[in-house]
């Protein structure tokens, strides 16, 4: 037996299970520290490249799965790693430190909402931000709009859909059934030509 080299061990099977406080870590910092969109590839730095806890294929696997199921992408994707990391309870358990920090994040803001608008002048500084926050998006529609070559059957449905709903106050759901039909058909033949 000397000399010859040892059989070389499956690494799968040395592989040491990830802890549920470990999951609950990764997952409460991702779900707490982030904004907008994204989540995905944070969880895929997170769960493949930093901890190596999971293959890029079976990551890509998974997420392939939760983009064609019924839900919030990363929310799909932190059940699935939770699944194959640690079976059901690490699926519950991702989900939930996922969703957790978001949770509190808006208990905290909104008891300190109400503590701060009885402070003097916390009112006028909201209306103030709120202002700013129209003016940004004003300005975002203006320079896509710059950028959009104008017909006039897109201008009309537009037009049509923002009498109806921001004037005249009619059910949004209501408009949309009668303008959509309308505007598509309008648009129909140019499309067609350019076909």
Known sequence: MDGQEPEPQNPELMKQPVSLFALFRVFFEIGLLSFGGGLVSWIHREIVNKRGWMSNEEFLAGMSLSQVLPGINS???????????????GAAVCLMSMLLGPFLAILLAGVTYKWLIGVSGFPALVEGVGAVAMGLLM??????????????????????????????????????AVVAPISVLLAWPKDKADA
């Open 139 to 176: 300005r975002i529609g203006i320079q896509a709009a710059q950028s959009v070559k104008i017909s006039w059957a897109p201008a009309l449905a537009t037009l049509a859909t923002f009498i109806g709903i921001g004037i005249m106050q009619w059910p949004m759901l209501a408009v949309v």
């Open 75 to 89: 929310t799909n994707t932190s059940i699935f790693v939770g699944q194959h990391l640690r079976g059901s309870v």
